[in-house]
């Protein structure tokens, strides 16, 4: 029994998982797409579905969706066991498909109508949950807009207000950014970001800081296989590890050296001047422990020389897995 003053997380996790997955597999004839992967998505989480290209997340997706059979395992939503209810599941999920298939001809209203009919709404009811999902997703100055006409930003929200037009518990979105502008991705994640108030989410990419912007956990695939599963600072080992820095002082590039040495730093790259102006010296440099940041300040402000940028580096998706894979190889 739960604790009288449980908080929210403590609530959703005794919840059964919205998500279960067990042992699922995917052959495409020779090709093995997955190769067994294990994973739950508890109520009201944010599942971030990472890895690189091929490495199995959209057949796992159309296999959740009911879309594509499995080879062997189990995968079960709010419940219902997908291969065998494969029309019950589709109620629980709202779907943005991989490079988001969508009519081009028809206008943004008459095609919400449609895709809401399909979902077996009738009547008064269909105007309803295209006008809640219109105004959830911002459409209104394209709602009578052919769809072919619309910028790839609105395209993405049609995609999305189509996902949301059954009220579902999960959605489920297949890199709902690919080939968007940096500023329609922001608009993106915000409304993706407010969504994940109400509703239980996977969202798949292979960019690293689209997850960490949204996903309170992830799931890593890796040819087919799950590598890691939890927190993204734990699976990155951002407090343990080794952290890359930027780093540009107002000093000659032999003493950025001289400075790096005397903070345990490894030197592993002179870089451009980052900013105008004489006498600069930037770098990347890799320090061990939590307080390596600190030690370089310290000995930079020790000599006198004045600190530009003292930047900790996101990480790559490629350094992630190399450190993975010599990870299993030890
Ligand atoms: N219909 C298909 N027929 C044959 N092989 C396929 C098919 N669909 C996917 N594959 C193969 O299965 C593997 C996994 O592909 P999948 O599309 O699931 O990866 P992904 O992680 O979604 O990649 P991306 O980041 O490029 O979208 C790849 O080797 C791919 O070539
Ligand atoms: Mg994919």
Known sequence: MLPKHAGVA??????????RVAGLKK?????EALRG????????????????????????????????AASAGRVEVCGVDVAEEPLEVKRHIGYLAENNPLYLDMRVADFLHFAARAFFLTGRQVQQVVDRAVCCTGLEEVYR????????G???RVGLAQALLHDPQLLILDEPTNGLDPLQVVEMRALIRELGRQKTIIITSHVLPEIEALADRVVLLHEGRKVADGPLGGILGQDLA?????VCLRCKPEQLRTVAEEANAVWLEERPQPFAGDDLAAATLEVAGADGLSRIATVAAQAGYPLLELAPQTRSLEYLFQNLKQGEEK
């Open 10 to 19: 403590e609530v959703a996790a005794a919840q059964p998982p919205v998500v």
């Open 27 to 31: 052959s495409y004839g020779k090709v």
């Open 37 to 68: 992967i294990d994973f739950e998505v508890n109520q009201g989480s944010v599942l971030g579905f990472l890895g690189p290209n091929g490495a199995g997340k959209t057949t796992a997706i159309k296999i959740l969706t009911g879309y594509l």
């Open 145 to 152: 807009r052919p769809i072919g006409h619309c910028s790839k």
């Open 154 to 156: 609105f395209r993405q």
């Open 242 to 246: 080794h952290c890359l820095v930027r």
